[in-house]
């Protein structure tokens, strides 16, 4: 399977992040543990696959977010972010 074929933009993430969180999280910022560059949720790629959805760095490939929805559980693994940064007019 080609990689390419699953790639979305991150905004293609935003029904999802709205399933969790109660804000439009395309709008927050995340700051990358691989290259240290500072981008919105909505400028990182996504991959998504049968395991769940893959929040890359579009600079660097790091991978920022992994989301999973097992057993009616969501779970997010933000370890590939150094920061999250969440502007309080965005909701
Ligand atoms: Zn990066």
Do not use: K, W
């Amino acid at each position: 399977m080609n990689d390419g074929d699953l790639r979305l933009d991150g905004n293609a993430a935003g029904g999802l992040l709205n399933e969790i969180f109660p804000f439009e999280m395309t709008a927050a910022e995340a700051t990358c543990g691989g290259c240290g560059t500072m981008r919105l949720i909505g400028e990182l790629m996504l991959y998504r696959h049968g395991m769940g959805s893959i929040l890359r760095c579009a600079g660097c490939d790091t991978v920022l977010i992994r989301i999973t929805h097992i057993r009616g559980c969501y779970r997010l693994d933000f370890s590939g972010m150094s920061c999250l940064q969440i502007a309080t007019d965005i909701h």
